[in-house]
Nanobody, 125 residues
Framework: QVQLVESGGGLVQPGGSLRLSCAAS????????IGWFRQAPGKDKEFVAAIGWFDEDQHYNDAMKGRFTISRDNTENTVYLQMDSLKSEDTAVYSC??????????????????WGQGTQVTVSS
């Protein structure tokens, strides 16, 4: 059974940074992909970034590329999302998700088999 627990959310001023963590238990090498999605009130869930088992396999929403960086520590079974130059429109609940196999369609919610509960990120002065 795969369990995902997000942490690191909070309140930050515009221009600030946060690092989110997704601690995964029960992962095996077949659980290849981890993705981050976000959902703001009244909006659909939006793809943020995803990473395969190897760091080279990274995918980003173009709107966030350059400000957000995804990475993973396979020894700790943890995936990180470093968010810099945050804007008010980045305010949302951020959730991580895991696949049962290699990433094929990383931007699609249906690609993922397990989801965490999410962590709130609020960007406000």
């Amino acid at each position: 059974q795969v369990q995902l627990v997000e942490s690191g959310g909070g309140l930050v001023q515009p221009g600030g940074s946060l690092r989110l963590s997704c601690a995964a238990s029960g992962l095996t090498p077949e659980n290849d992909g981890i993705g981050w999605f976000r959902q703001a009130p009244g909006k659909d869930k939006e793809f943020v970034a995803a990473i395969g088992w190897f760091d080279e396999d990274q995918h980003y929403n173009d709107a966030m590329k350059g400000r957000f960086t995804i990475s993973r520590d396979n020894t700790e079974n943890t995936v990180y999302l470093q968010m810099d130059s945050l804007k008010s429109e980045d305010t949302a609940v951020y959730s991580c998700a895991a696949t049962l196999g290699p990433l094929v369609r990383p931007t699609t919610t249906g690609e993922y088999d397990y989801w965490g509960q999410g962590t709130q990120v609020t960007v406000s002065s």
